[in-house]
């Protein structure tokens, strides 16, 4: 089978412990199924958070699939979590905390760029949470770490560096590019994005101090003058466990290996044991290969 223009969407919803929510989402993610095809959910309980991975064809009407599908998982989302009862290590703007298009198997950035603005626009409108864009879908390319840091992020709200409850803000310090000014301390807000491929790999380390997770990700992180096209954060992930979590922005040219090498130097240093760093994602390729067994299973149905 010839290998169609596809579309790959990543919703990163805050929750992962609430087992009838994640069936409510999920039920979302299948209705358009085979036309959308649901290739991964990584939970995680320690950051209580999931992704989930959504692909189709970037044709098939108006609006594609791939709109319909993205939207009713954040439409899922918002009705079943609610924003103000979240506690997690993972920091987080709202219930649906990011969402990204990427393009896969000849498709243009500017295609789901397109899409990215669509989806974003019916969740502001529809949905009534403050929606922003980045990446391609945004007109300047503002950049997703800019915009979550103007949102305050990366800052804990709670003692023992969790993200607790929702803000208490009564408006927010830039506008919104869909939805209304005010966040819901219920929902939140949205971040929707579109750019090219992005690996998230993480890489425990043995300890509970947080600080110093933090200094090995500040040491690996572009930011911080270390790898390229690196953005890191140092995390708590458990009872005596914690995190160097990344972006890997481009790669093809830092992957995950030269991530891995560097958080070994920088912990060595410190007299801190490593552990094995993975990925919450399957690579483009195997996404590319499950869509398309998905889509000849089905056509030998019929």
Not at 56 to 62: D, E
Not at 99 to 117: E, I
């Amino acid at each position: 089978m010839l290998r169609p223009a596809l579309a790959c969407c990543k919703l990163y919803i805050s929750e992962s412990r609430n087992a009838p929510a994640l069936r409510a989402i999920e039920r979302a993610a299948a209705v358009l199924r085979p036309a959308a095809v649901l290739v991964n959910a990584f939970a995680d309980d320690a950051y209580n958070r999931v992704g989930y991975t959504l692909v189709s064809r970037l044709s098939g009407g108006l609006p594609p699939p791939l709109h319909r599908a993205a939207f009713g998982v954040v439409a899922a989302a918002l009705e079943a979590v609610d924003l103000g009862s979240h506690a997690g290590a993972h920091p987080r703007l709202g219930v649906v905390d990011h969402v990204v298009f990427h393009p896969l198997a000849g498709a243009r950035l500017d295609d789901v760029a397109a899409l990215a603005r669509a989806v974003a626009t019916e969740i502001g409108d529809k949905l009534q949470v403050p929606t922003y864009l980045y990446g391609a879908a945004h007109g300047e390319g503002r950049t997703l770490a800019s915009i979550r840091r103007q949102l305050g992020y990366f800052t804990p709200t709670s003692p023992g560096n969790q993200w607790q409850g929702a803000s208490d803000a009564l408006s927010l310090p830039v506008a919104p590019d869909a939805g209304p000014g005010t966040p819901s301390r219920s929902k939140g807000v949205v971040v929707v994005g579109a750019t090219a491929w992005v690996d998230n790999y993480n890489v425990p380390l043995h300890t509970s101090d947080v600080e110093a997770a933090k200094r090995i990700a500040r040491a690996v992180s572009e930011r911080g003058g270390g790898l390229r096209s690196v953005q890191a954060m140092g995390l708590a992930h458990g009872e005596g466990v914690t995190e160097v979590a990344c972006n890997l922005l481009d790669p093809g040219r830092v992957g995950a290996e030269q991530v891995l090498e560097k958080v070994r130097q920088l912990a060595t240093a410190q007299g801190l044991a490593v552990g094995e760093g993975y990925f919450t994602d399957f690579s483009q390729e195997k996404i590319i290969e499950m869509y398309m067994q998905s889509a000849e299973a089905e056509a030998s149905q019929h």
